[in-house]
């Protein structure tokens, strides 16, 4: 059985050691974290069960574990990653998977020539609803993609570490790289506003792919929560709804044909909407963490590389690095006008 430890016990980490408890395909032997108190914390709950430490370097030197499960702010991933992978660990990384796609390329290489695995955790590929979503595409139900709206936006947590589409847009492309099996991008823009933080903290990013579109909305200080994927087909539509308790997605047989209509003047221009049956279809029952964590030990185990892998990562770090770049640009482009007036 693969042994596991856990670096970070503070916003996400609670969560990936509560999942890593359940699982009894794990040995979860440590815990660390800087703050004593988190430590403290952590302990309540697991007692004698699992160690506990403030160096990870302990971590690292323990010849016992295997996989390292890296849950601190995205600043420190690329520093513990590199020592934990040349320590001779697989690793498990929360997303963003890096600050940017050399340090990704870099651990990427690093992996390779230590035939170890890279396990990102863009967690809701992992989520039934997605695998479902999956399954529809790759059936033919949607026929072919036409775009993808996705709406993630909530009030509170405001980071300076990340933007809110580090933080947030990182999801919605993680899903959308998943679901297309890596398409291929053309064209990236962004528009971002700074707001109680030194990084953006709404950001509207549209990607345009090879055969789609996509807008993406991220948003912190929203005064709704929602967490919401439209994806329209050739042949239908869906609607993802992760705050929806009840019916998290629906598909449409909703869309257009390219029939004349009769007698109508400029036909050639018309297309008549069709409207059918909404269904909504069974999701299993499971949890995307739980099955991202279990993932990565069964890739592990059958030594295959992990559906969110380092090359995984980069594809979507390289479109958040183009949306910065767009972004930084707009920045320059108003402090010139500024500066002339």
């Not at 503070?10 to 800087?34: E, H, M, S």
């Not at 549209?206 to 994806?231: C, G, H, L």
């Amino acid at each position: 059985m693969l042994k596991v430890a856990l670096i970070g016990y503070g916003y996400w980490g609670p969560n990936v050691a509560k999942q890593l408890y359940r699982n009894k395909n794990y040995i979860f032997k440590t815990i660390c974290d800087l703050r004593p108190d988190r430590l403290e914390k952590a302990r309540e709950l697991y007692a004698d069960s699992i160690g506990y430490t403030g160096d990870y370097t302990m971590v690292l030197r323990d010849p016992e574990i295997d996989l390292v499960a890296i849950a601190v702010e995205t600043s420190a991933h690329y520093k513990l990653a590199k020592e934990a992978l040349r320590s001779g660990k697989h690793i498990y990384v929360e997303k963003p998977f890096t600050d940017n796609v050399a340090q990704a390329e870099e651990l990427k290489k690093l992996a390779l020539e230590r035939k170890l695995y890279i396990h990102v955790d863009h967690i809701m590929v992992y989520h039934p609803a997605v695998r479902k979503i999956k399954e529809i595409i790759e059936n033919g139900d949607l026929g072919d993609i036409l775009y993808v709206s996705c709406y993630r936006q909530n009030l509170g947590n405001v980071k300076n570490d990340v933007s809110a589409m580090w933080d947030l847009s990182v999801h919605d492309l993680s899903v959308i790289d998943y679901l297309t099996n890596g398409a291929k991008v053309r064209f990236v823009k962004a528009l971002g506003e700074k707001v109680y933080s030194s990084r953006e903290s709404v950001t509207f990013l549209s990607v345009q792919y090879d055969s789609f579109i996509a807008n993406i909305t991220a948003n912190w200080i929203s005064p709704i929560k929602e967490r919401k994927m439209i994806i329209a087909g050739t042949r239908k539509m869906l609607v993802y709804d992760d705050v929806d308790v009840i019916n998290k997605l629906i598909v449409y047989d909703k869309g257009f044909d390219r029939t004349p209509i009769k007698d109508m003047e400029y036909d050639e221009f018309v297309v008549k909407s069709r409207i059918g049956d909404a269904v909504i279809p069974k999701l299993e029952q499971s949890d995307a963490l739980f099955n991202s964590l279990d993932h990565i030990r069964n890739c592990i185990e059958k030594g295959e590389e992990s559906l969110t892998n380092a090359d995984a990562a980069i594809r979507v770090i390289k479109i958040l690095e183009l949306a910065d770049k767009d972004l930084l640009e707009a920045d320059e482009t108003v402090q010139v006008r500024k500066e002339e007036k």
